[in-house]
């Protein structure tokens, strides 16, 4: 079952922070975050594995809530270059990885 | 090491040309997915193989559209005939197993006129 992110769109200033939700109402067993830039192909930036874990990559970081099935993407001191569209992908026991769909983040100077 | 290739990165064709599109999978990896991205849809799974074997085509559209995997390095998805609605981007994506990390490809730029 799909997962549902949200908010669906979000325009920030330089230097600004946001968070990206992502719920399911499925137990899961990881979080995958990717991210989209226009007229590319998504990139993967990290996985959440059952357990309650935080990552990080540079200043993008996130934290998977599997008691509430959910995961929450921390886009801090935001820069330019982290505009794009940010998908995450939830996988449930030996289920393939679905996909949200997206939240688009615009980053203004 | 190369990453996921698809070809070709763009494709115009006209209503009712058949339309192939190609894909060879990061060496090594086990499975292998079709998504489809359209602005109205979003990211849609088409179809995925598991060591060359179709697991699940319940995203496939219609009975136009057609996938294959021949041996662990390449597949392909046929559109027969096309029509403007399948105007899309298709990405093709693989995974060392069915559960983990997909990468994409570049993705191939359909437009049926």
């Known amino acids: 079952q799909q997962p549902v992110q949200s908010p669906q769109a979000v325009i920030l200033r330089e230097g600004e922070d946001a968070v990206i939700n992502c719920s399911s109402s499925?137990?899961?067993?990881?979080v995958h975050w990717y991210r989209q830039k226009h007229g590319e192909a998504p990139v993967f930036l990290m996985i959440l594995l059952k357990g309650g874990e935080q990552k990080g990559h540079e200043k993008i970081s996130a934290s998977f809530n599997e008691k509430k099935q959910q995961s929450s993407l921390y886009l801090t001191a935001s820069q330019l270059s982290y505009s794009g569209t940010y998908f995450c992908?939830?996988?449930?026991?030996?289920?393939?990885?679905?996909f949200g769909k997206g939240t688009k983040l615009t980053v203004n100077p | 090491d190369a990453g996921v290739i698809q070809s070709p990165r763009h494709e115009v064709t006209e209503m009712g040309q058949e339309v192939t599109l190609r894909c060879k999978p990061i060496s090594g990896h086990n499975s292998l997915f079709w998504y489809r991205q359209t602005m109205m849809r979003g990211l849609e799974l088409l179809i995925y193989f598991n060591n060359n074997v179709p697991i699940d085509d319940s995203g496939m559209p219609e009975d136009r559209f057609s996938a294959k995997m021949p041996n662990a390095s390449f597949s392909t998805l046929k559109i027969q005939p096309s029509e403007p609605r399948d105007s899309a981007v298709y990405f093709c994506?693989?995974?060392?197993?069915?559960?983990?990390?997909?990468?994409f490809g570049p993705g191939t730029r359909l437009l049926v006129l």
């Open positions: 992908g939830t996988e449930s026991g030996s289920e393939k990885l679905v």
């Open positions: 994506a693989s995974s060392p197993g069915l559960v983990g990390t997909q990468y």
């Open positions: 499925k137990a899961l067993y990881s």
